[in-house]
């Protein structure tokens, strides 16, 4: 049994699927005009944590997650610049080559973070028949309006357009005042369609029935989950700030479509802090995975940082907490590494912490039960099996590459075993000699009542 919060009801409930053991998922991907920073990888781990999840569950998760690659404006609200547009003006470059790149980049980090595959990683550019497709529909039900810059929906035909986000409709009223595009009849409609600039060619653009254009944001995410996940989603994911403006209008347009709920359930991760200040471009306090790693920290560190905090909390981010982080990997390893030493013959059941991932995803708990484990296996002589049993759900679960912890060479091993034949014979100079210069191998020896283990030192 899974349960986790559906931001639609605003209460933790049990999972429900239209086809067991079929999981419908589909998970708002990234804009590729950049490096993704340390905020988006947070929700992406977040994703990747429930797929694990449902997988080791017992369930079949069919993962879609898009990549945004057209038509996504600096402003959710249909104004400002194509972030891709400015990308490739800023670099001298063409709009394609710039998602090009990101998009591979995108591709290559998430096999880097280890992450569970997608089932289909589809970009908005491939789909734009899809899309155009999707607001013909939308126009012939009547719920559509055709203004100076493009093709609105008209939010004041969909009735339930301010429940999701439990917006408030007078208060956005009130607020057009500042509306920069006056034209448009309500301050929560939203472009399906924008049309290309009269005086100057784009590097995306494409033919539709309205004119020369490009696809709105929102509309490739209801368009590309209706294309392979069908009408109703079983589980739909985003961050919170997809809560009042993507997602809303997401809904807006797919169930004007199709009369169908959008997704049975609504998840959403929350941000994550940065010196308690939000991650923005403009705040200029972004960190990326490459900052992460020029700072000698593995993907598997950052992976283990996320699990630290709840994702409906606000995690905060700072050097200090991936040096803990990374502290803790270390001490995961040398675990690991026990299973390369041991003789021992005892088995202690792995830790519970399926339990508390079907419990809303409670990864601070699961490392609480991970924690009490240890304390537990570090005082029994585990055999091999047991150690290994273990690892591998921790794997499975956490995606931590704890299985991938290497043995040392022989020529080590000799090492060790000289130096404790050099203790044997009280040569302790000699057994010095040997540590000074396993430690230059980052390797620790530590002398217990059963024998010497070694671990490594970083
Ligand atoms: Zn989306």
Redesign the pocket.
């Known amino acids: 049994m899974i349960r986790l919060y559906n931001t639609l009801t605003h209460k933790v409930e049990n999972l429900t699927l239209q086809n067991s053991p079929t999981v419908n998922i589909y998970t ?1 991907g990234p804009t590729v005009y950049d490096y993704m920073h340390i905020g988006n990888w947070f929700t992406f781990i977040r994703y990747d944590l429930l797929i694990r999840t449902l997988k080791a569950s017992a369930l079949e998760p069919n993962w879609v997650m ?1 990549i945004t690659d057209v038509g996504h404006l600096t402003s959710d609200a249909d104004s400002g610049e194509d972030k891709l547009a400015k990308k490739a003006g800023s670099e001298g470059k063409n709009a394609w080559d710039i998602a090009k790149f990101y998009s591979d980049y995108f591709i290559k980090s998430l096999d880097k973070l280890n992450f569970i595959k997608p089932n289909q990683i589809p970009k908005a550019t491939d789909h734009i028949n899809e899309q155009i497709d999707f607001i013909s529909k939308l126009e012939q039900k009547g719920y559509t309006y055709r203004i100076w810059d493009g093709i609105y929906f008209d939010s004041s035909k969909f009735s339930r357009y301010a429940d999701f986000a439990r917006l408030d409709l007078d208060e956005q009223q009130a607020g057009a005042r500042v509306e920069l595009n006056p034209e448009k009849h309500n301050p929560t409609d939203f472009a399906l369609w924008k049309f290309s600039p009269t005086d100057k060619h784009r590097d995306m653009e494409w033919d539709s029935p309205w004119g020369r254009g490009f696809p709105g944001w ?1 509309i490739e ?1 209801s368009a590309m989950s209706l294309k392979y996940l069908g009408e109703t989603l079983d589980i739909h994911c ?1 961050g919170i700030d ?1 809560i009042p403006v ?2 809303t209008n ?1 809904i807006a347009q797919s169930e004007a479509l199709t009369e169908k709920p959008l997704a049975t359930m609504w998840i959403h991760a929350n941000h994550i802090l940065i010196s308690d200040e939000k991650i923005s471009k403009s705040l200029g306090n972004t960190v990326t995975l490459e900052d992460i790693e020029q700072k000698g920290y593995t993907p598997e560190v950052l992976r283990l940082l996320v699990l630290e905090s709840h994702y409906r909390s606000q995690s905060k981010f700072s050097w200090e907490s991936l040096e803990a982080a990374k502290t803790r990997l270390l001490r995961y390893k040398n675990f690991a590494v026990r299973r390369y030493q041991t003789e021992g013959d005892i088995t202690l059941n792995p830790p519970e912490l399926l339990n508390k991932l079907q419990d809303d995803l409670n990864t601070p708990e699961a490392l609480a039960e991970l924690e009490t484990f240890l304390e537990k296996a570090d005082n029994l002589k585990l055999s091999k099996v047991s150690i290994e049993s273990s690892l591998s759900l921790i794997d499975d679960l956490f995606g931590l590459r704890l299985l991938d912890t290497p043995d040392i060479n022989d020529a080590l091993k000799q090492s060790i075993s000289d130096r404790e034949q050099a203790r044997f014979t009280k040569d302790f100079a000699r057994a010095d000699a040997i540590r000074s210069e396993l430690e230059k191998n980052n390797l620790t020896v530590l002398d217990t009542p059963t024998g010497s283990i070694w671990q490594y030192l970083s």
Do not use: D, I, L, M
């Open positions: 708002c898009n929102h995410c985003g997809h993507h997602h997401e």
